[in-house]
């Protein structure tokens, strides 16, 4: 059964002379305890987009210098904005704008980029947010939505999250 952080609230609307009108309360954070540091060294083997989501797939070799061993690893899905950044700069990706925008379906496109490189690092970011560097310099940084709608869903160790915007 997947494990998810306790939420603080979820987003309700509330009807008010016929206006409805939304409130925004604090959403699910990343647990302290979860095992980020066990995706640095997997390697994306596989990025899968979608109309309205992108999802990297992760193998992890678990003793190094034997690929026979290679295992699966963890699996990030986007459902909100992602930036990819590298050395010439940073590209915003919106899956939720592939359908409605052929510009964001390109930078989607961007993903590609990935695929074979391995994760250095995980950072911890405000509202929720995440980090992750790659071999190479590339990074992505996994945005929330600022109304609080599941963001970003992330499976490492046998364990599985969803993160909301803060």
Known sequence: ???????ASSRRSST??????????????????????QLVGQ????VCIRLAEVQIDFFRQ??????DTWKRGARIDVEVALTIEDDRGCVRVDPQQFMLNEAQRSNGGLMVKLLGKKVTEVVREPRNELRVAFSDG???LLHTDPLGFE?????????SITVTGA
């Open 62 to 67: 678990p003793q190094s210098g034997t690929p």
């Open 151 to 159: 963001s970003f869903h992330l499976s490492i160790g046998g364990e």
């Open 43 to 46: 390697e994306v083997t596989q």
């Open 138 to 140: 590339i990074s992505l």
């Open 16 to 37: 008010t002379l016929g206006f409805t009108r939304n409130r925004v309360l604090p959403g699910w954070p990343i647990p302290l305890d979860y095992p980020l540091d």
């Open 1 to 7: 059964m997947p494990k998810l952080a306790s939420p």
